[in-house]
Each structure stands twice: as C-alpha cells, then as structure tokens.
C-alpha cells in the first residue's frame, strides 16, 4: 500500500512513517519544512521527502493520505485531496486502527516530560528483555530511532493532548486505549486550540474514561489539576508518586543526578544516572510505577534508568569549544525552563549559565506563558531572547521584568555576538527551542573556535 504523510516532519507524524515503513508499506511524506532531526531518520529509512505541499506530490494516487495536526483547510494539499475524494485519515487514527489494535497500550501524558518519560519507560521495558514497540515525540539516545513496531504485545505511546487533525477536534491520546497510563502534570498550554484549563483537564477526563478497570493510571500528588481530572469519575485503580504518594524519594544529591526509590515505604534501590532536575526525578519514579504494572520489578527497573542516555533535544551537549559547552534543550514553556536551569545550576554551582530562548511554541507566540518567562530565568545568569519577526507581543517588555541580565536580540548574528562576548572558559550556554532554531548550535560552536 502507499501511503502518503502531509507533515511528515513534525516529531508525531515522522514516528508515524517509520512504523507504516516498518508494516511493508511504501511511504512518501512531504512537509513545509524538512529539518533534522526527523528528516535526517526518515531519508535513512528511506522514506521520500517531498518540500512543500503542491497538489503534483499526490498524482498518481496514493492509496491513503494520512492528514497531520497542523494542515488545515486552504493547503493545496488538503484541498486535493477532498476535492478528489482520496482516501484519508488522522495520525492517532491510524495508529489506533494498524498498530495499537489489540496491544497492552502504555501511554504516557501531561503537559511537560512526555518524550522524555515515554524514552525512560521504552528504555525500562526493553532492559528487562521485553522487546517494546514504541512511538516517542523524540529520538531515544538508547534506541537512535523514535518509533518501532517491537516484538510482544506491550506498546509504549507519547499521548498528547493537542488535536488530532482539522476534521477531528478531539485530543490525539484518546484514540490510543492505554491499559497502563502516566498522567505526568497538568497546566495551561496549547492557547491556540484550548480556551482555558477547564478545557485540556475534559480532554484528560475523556482519556481517563478509556482505561480499563484492570489498567493502572500513575500521577503524582502535587497537581490539583490531575486531581480534578480524576475528580470528574474514575474507574481504575490509581498509583500515587512524589510526596505523601506511593511511590517517593530521597535525594542524595542536589542535582537529581542519585536518589533512592522507595514503594509503599519500602526502599527499592539507587537511581545513579546522567540526567539532572527534580522534574527527571518525577518521571523516574512515574515510568517505575508503570513498568511494575507490566511486571518490571522496581530493583530491575533502577538498574535501567541508571543506564539511560536521556533524548536528543532534551539538555543534549552539543558541542564544547574552548571550555565554553552548548547544550540544546527543547523547553518552551516556563515551567520547563525553569526546572531545566534549576536542574544545570545545582549540578555546575557557580559556573555562568546563559540562557538563549526562542518563544516558538504557538502558545509562545500567543504570548499566553509572558507573565511566567520572567520567573522562569531566575537560575541563569544571563538570558538573549529571540525576536522572531511575527511575533506579536512586546519581548522587550518581558526582558524589563526579569532579575537576571536580559536582552532581546533579532538575529541569529546578534546571538552569536552576544554569546562570544560574554563566554568565557567554563560558562554553560542552553539554547531552548522546540524548533531547529536556525541551525544556532552549529554556528554559535563555529564562532566560538
């Protein structure tokens, strides 16, 4: 069969093309814009990559075009497509219907720490021989590629709450039908298709009423949100994380770099990994909670976190020139901003840490998480905003308010200029996009040379 994917490069959607490769379909994709990381996956998977979306890409015929989250009505593409009524359907959908039929679905929700969650837990799984498929918004350093089909019934599922397609408004996690669901935080996100909070916690409450009452959901006991959620009806046992919760644990170092895990009160053994920040901490105990569901006893469980390698684009060094190390983050909300920074500055202790952000999410663009970007660069010692040019707030405005040294810069140039005037050996420089920023982190790693 052939398969055509509009917005084939977005994190979901390129998942989505390796497991329809991986099924023995022939699979194309087009995107406006083809960037790595998923475009290089792709190309050696060697699926086609067509830039653009012109209606020639879709004659001859495919047999089924599978529509992504952000094309919508007026794309040439789009409009080919029903005026000559091929056949087409949702990401989630089809995954729902070719790969999650009849599997034991672990999905792992919330606004922040999905990919990274869903990796640890693919990671869990995998370590105790058990040979997951997976579909994750990211590339897996344990696993190189972001999406396999895996050789047993257990599935592991970044379930997002953002819309499935233009002609299906409901969230993308409720067509997924988890047994085993991590509900990893709640907060306002996505401003360009939910109104309020209210709104996000129903598409939760409708994912809740999905798992079945012999599943399991995993949340921690610090979010009102989630309680909420579980507040409107639940008909599933719930296991609790964090403090007051079942699940708990005591830091043995500031950074979250070694912690024991205890359940029940019972300790369970020494995280002792790479990763840094309370909130890598929280998704550690989460995926231990729901790798015990399928049967990963918790001392199994540590062992595999104390050997995973985080995800591309989450605090991935990147470069070290000069004593000066970039890293490349894909924080694009407050919160994780300012847990990630939180994160870095209990692990280097006094080393100058320049924060480079991109307000790029469409939320950001919005301007709906302003009020928090000023907070949520306490950790830093100095900040360079990005202006894009459509951006429809006042930056600058933002950059007044915060406590630390803040400019806002228009140009990667710009950037570059700032950077190398003030890095000096043993200065930590994060650059946060959830985008491919240009191509910053090879240019600014050149300049630095």
């Known amino acids: 069969m052939h398969i055509h994917i509009l917005g084939i490069c977005g994190t979901f959607m390129g998942s989505l093309a390796v497991l329809a490769k991986e099924l023995g379909h022939r699979v194309t994709g087009s995107d406006a814009n083809v960037y790595p990381p998923m475009s290089t996956q792709l190309e050696a998977q060697g699926i086609e990559l067509t830039q653009g979306y012109d209606a020639a890409q879709l004659d001859p015929a495919p047999d089924l075009v599978v529509i992504g989250n952000a094309l919508s009505r007026g794309n040439p593409a789009v409009e080919h497509v029903l005026n000559k009524g091929l056949p087409y359907v949702s990401g989630p959908q089809w995954l729902a219907d070719h790969v999650l039929q009849g599997r034991w679905v672990l999905a792992v929700a919330g606004t922040h720490g999905k990919t990274t969650t869903s990796s640890m837990l693919a990671w869990v799984l995998e370590h105790a021989g058990m040979s997951p498929g ?6 897996p350093q344990n696993f190189s590629v972001s999406a396999r089909l895996g050789g047993t019934p257990f599935f592991v599922v970044e379930a997002d709450e953002y819309d499935s397609a233009f002609f299906d408004k409901r969230s993308k996690f409720v067509h997924y039908r988890p047994r085993t669901a991590i509900l990893n935080n709640l907060e306002f996100d996505h401003a360009d298709i939910f109104p309020d909070l209210a709104a996000i916690e129903r598409q939760f409450h409708h994912l809740v009423r999905t798992i079945p009452s012999e599943g399991l959901i995993v949340h921690p006991t610090t979010e009102q949100a989630l309680e909420r959620v579980i507040g409107m009806g639940c008909w599933t046992p719930v296991q609790t994380t964090g403090e007051g919760g079942q699940w708990q644990v005591r830091l043995l170092s500031a950074d979250g770099s070694r912690f024991e895990v ?21 998704n550690a105990l989460a995926t231990l909670a729901a790798a015990r569901h399928v049967g990963v006893v918790p001392a199994m469980g540590i062992e595999a976190l104390s050997a995973f390698k985080s995800v591309k684009r989450r605090m991935e060094k990147v470069a070290e ?16 901003i300012a847990t990630t920074l939180d994160g870095l500055r ?104």
């Open 346 to 449: 209990k692990r280097v202790g006094e080393a100058p840490v320049i924060a480079v952000i991109e307000p790029r999410s469409n939320s950001m663009k919005l301007g709906a998480h302003r009020d928090g970007l000023p907070e949520s660069v306490n950790d830093a010692d100095q900040v360079i905003w990005y202006a894009p040019p459509n951006l429809g707030w006042d930056l600058a405005g933002t950059a007044a308010q915060c406590k630390v040294p803040a400019i806002v810069a228009d140009s990667l140039e710009a950037i570059i200029d700032r950077v190398k005037s003030q890095a000096q050996p043993g200065t930590q420089v994060v650059i946060m996009s959830n985008g491919g920023f240009g191509g910053l982190h090879g240019k600014l790693a050149e300049a630095l040379k």
């Open 262 to 282: 205890s359940f029940e009160g019972e300790a369970q053994g020494v995280v002792d990994w790479a990763l840094t920040g309370q909130h890598n901490v929280a």
């Open 321 to 336: 020139v000069n004593g000066v190390t970039i890293f490349d983050d894909f924080a694009h909300h407050p919160t994780a």
């Open 134 to 139: 997976f579909l994750i918004g990211g590339v």
